[in-house]
C-alpha cells in the first residue's frame, strides 16, 4: 500500500499508485538504451488478490495510474478527487451538529453549534 489515510470518519482508505511495475516485467534494453515492459497476468492478479483481501479487512481502495497523475491535468485529477473523497468521509457528528444546532436555532432562536449532545 502506498498511502494510508484515516479519514474524520474513522474510515480506512488506501491510496494505490500503480506504475507498470505493478503490472509487468522489464524487458532487456533495445538498441537505443530504451526499456519497455511486458505484461505479466501473474502480477496483476496479485495485485487484485490484495485489493480484496484489503476491502474484506474493511479497507476502501482508490488506484490511480502513475501516468495520469505525471499526465497534463493530473493536480486538478487528485485535488477533485481529494474533495469529493473529504466530503463523503466527514466525522458523523459534523452533520449530525449542524441539523441540531438548526433545531436549536429554531426552537430557541439562537445558533449554538459548540455543544454537540451526539
Known sequence: MDFLLLAPDRSRIVIEVDG???????NPPDEQGRITHTAVPRLYA???AEDRRLR?????IYRFGGWELT???????LESFFTSLL?????????????????REDVY?????SRCSL
Open 56 to 60: 474484506l479487512a474493511g479497507y476502501e
Open 20 to 26: 507498470v511495475q505493478h503490472y509487468g516485467r522489464p
Open 87 to 103: 466530503a463523503r468521509h466527514q466525522k458523523p457528528c459534523d452533520a449530525a451538529c449542524r441539523s441540531e444546532a438548526a433545531l
Open 109 to 113: 432562536g439562537r445558533q449554538d453549534e
Open 71 to 77: 499526465a497534463p491535468g493530473g493536480r486538478q485529477l
Open 46 to 48: 496479485e495485485m487484485v
